[in-house]
């Protein structure tokens, strides 16, 4: 390692396609995704530039999560890798994310939860920023409150329709926001045991999954919904105020609020009296085993990247969602947008972090895609989906 010197102030955001280089011994190089704001690791950045001189680089490729397997296997990527965690037990199988071992003290200052999720195989492999899961949000100037229970749905879009608005739009297909409603009733994609996730326990065929996907389907064949919605269409739908709700995450509040549509973040609806279970996904840093690095890596993101003056600026930029750092969460805890995800992720299922769930995101896309356009059965479908989901 090269002796510390002080480097000019700076900060590289590189959104287009990367050219992969060798590390560097004098910069740290970040991936991270674009969603989660372009600028919201300026202050770490700079804060760590002024005191160490060693710059870092911040950048946003595209598919990052598969093109980081692509580089990290060749040694090569960033020095520190930002996304949600049910990816990092595909990295840590493969070596390709660093074992971390934080001090007590440090880990006692975040959510328990956080650290579990995380964790992979009864090690550590990174660092939680933030929980995150859908919520329903609602434009309050078409509905007063949201709907309470999923049954209310039809009731609530009939009358709407003499508005000339709909009840809801949500990426209908993709399973990360349908699996709250397919889940409410009890289906489950693995079972959970003493040392992590059992891939040969899976609910996703159950009964309780036959249930939820058949009434998803009368959503669709009553109209309240067309089967080809997707993320940008309800998300234009929603901002142009021509439908009441929504299913979407922090992320989205942004967008929102640029249109000046009034709204509010609400707990999800019921499904026979039962909670919808969205996925809680925590974004997380791990370090990659091939840089060069580590101290640094580490140094940046415990005393930078997660220090309470750093959250507070990148939640400035983009909600972060629910903080993993407890003293950062309670001080959030009086924005009623915070309260109703906390409220959502405490009725959710952490995600899986076992490579087996690409089975799940793959098998549960298609099966909603052939039940809702009619080219299976809901049992056809769900047979497919447990033979995928339990193939290795």
């Known amino acids: 390692m090269k002796k510390l010197s002080l480097l000019s102030l700076g900060v590289a955001f590189a959104l287009n396609s990367l050219n992969v280089h060798a590390f560097s011994d004098d910069q740290i190089t970040v991936w991270m995704p674009l969603d989660k704001g372009q600028k919201g690791m300026t202050y770490a950045v700079e804060q760590f530039e002024k005191d160490t001189g060693i710059k870092v680089k911040v950048e946003f490729p595209e598919s990052l999560e598969e093109r980081y397997v692509q580089v990290a296997s060749v040694g090569k990527g960033p020095d520190i890798m930002i996304f ?28 328990d939860f956080t650290w579990d999720a995380v964790s992979y195989k009864g090690k550590t492999y990174g660092y939680p920023i933030a929980a995150e899961s859908v919520s329903l949000i609602y434009n309050k100037d078409i509905i007063d409150e949201p709907i309470e229970n999923w049954e209310d749905v039809f009731a609530l879009d009939k009358a709407l329709q003499e508005q000339g608005k709909r009840a809801i739009a949500w990426d209908v297909k993709t399973p990360y926001f349908t699996h709250p409603l ?38 669709i064949d009553q109209g309240v919904m067309s089967s080809d919605m997707d993320y940008a269409h309800a998300e234009t739908a929603f901002n142009k105020g021509q439908v009441a709700m929504t299913i979407n995450g922090p992320w989205a509040w942004a967008n929102i609020e640029a249109t000046g549509i009034n709204y509010g973040v609400a707990e999800l609806p019921k499904f026979n009296d039962k909670s919808s279970r969205p996925f809680v996904g925590i974004l997380m840093a791990g370090i990659n085993t091939a840089s ?92 497919d989906l447990e033979k995928r989901v339990l193939s290795k």
């Open 292 to 383: 060069p690095n580590t101290a640094l890596a580490q140094e940046f993101i415990e005393n930078y990247m997660l220090s309470m003056d750093s959250l507070r600026f990148m939640n400035s930029q983009v909600s972060i969602g629910v903080p993993a750092r407890t003293e950062f969460a309670q001080e959030l805890q009086d924005d009623p947008r915070i309260h109703a995800s906390l409220i959502n992720a405490q009725n959710g299922d952490i995600m899986p972090n076992i490579p087996q769930m690409m089975g799940y995101w793959h098998g549960l896309g298609a099966a909603i895609t052939n039940v809702i356009e009619e080219r299976q059965t809901v049992d056809q479908a769900l047979v």
């Open 84 to 111: 949600a965690h049910d990816r990092f037990g595909g990295y840590a199988d493969g070596g390709l994310v660093r074992e971390v071992s934080p001090s007590k003290e440090f880990k006692a200052q975040f959510q």
């Open 182 to 219: 397919y889940s409410s009733a009890g289906a489950y994609v693995f079972e959970m045991g003493d040392e992590g996730f059992i891939a040969e326990n899976t609910g996703v065929n159950s009964p309780e999954a036959k249930e939820t996907m058949t009434f998803l389907k009368k959503i």
